[in-house]
């Protein structure tokens, strides 16, 4: 199974065009993507395929997936989130659920111990070989109980455009891989990830 995961930078990134182009050229069984804008639903004409989007309450942007058939079956996981005023909306994890295995599309918090619960969480709410995949906002290592990384290594996002960050990331639980490769950026400020998924 192929994998890739972008955030699209939803200010001024990525647009259907640059998904489609994606898609033509590396041929993904699922593509998940964080920052996917209103309007993104307007995806499948321009390539065949199905469109799942997860849009956040009070924000331009969300989650999605695109898939070449109609044959996972979508959910959401409810996320830890800070209470604190002013602070980010709830966020959730989208689900896309295959016979054997699931996949959680994730654009995880900045807070390093948050990001931590919510890893954590999804992990709990979702049985049998699980992947995560997707903006972790995390800096440094990451364990997760029973979980290998299976991304690749390397820069995916400069902050500021100076400090590299590995943002975007790929971890599995009954699951290996057989290869993984960080993609060109784009018009992104984030690099897409690749991971060929294979037995564990």
Partial sequence: MRLISWNLYYRRGAAAADIAALIEQHRPDLFVMQEAR???????????????????????????????????????????????????????????????????????????????????????AVTGPLVIVGDFNAV?????KGFVDIGPRGTTHYAQRLLPLRLDRCLG???????????????????????DLAPH
């Fill in 140 to 144: 440094g290592h990451i364990s997760l």
């Fill in 173 to 195: 639980r009954g699951i290996g891989r057989a290869h993984a490769e960080i993609l060109d950026r784009g018009p992104s400020d984030h690099r897409p990830i690749l991971v």
């Fill in 38 to 124: 209103d309007g993104f639903d307007g995806l499948p004409p321009v390539v065949e395929g199905h469109f799942h989007a997860l849009p956040w309450v009070g924000k331009r942007y969300g989650l999605a997936a695109w898939l070449p058939g109609e044959t996972a079956r979508i959910s959401t996981v409810d996320l830890p989130y800070s209470r604190l005023p002013a602070s980010f909306p709830p966020r959730q994890a989208q689900i896309v659920a295959f016979d054997g295995l699931s996949v959680a599309n994730v654009h995880l918090s900045h807070g390093q111990f948050l990001n931590r619960r919510q890893l954590r969480t999804i992990a709990a």
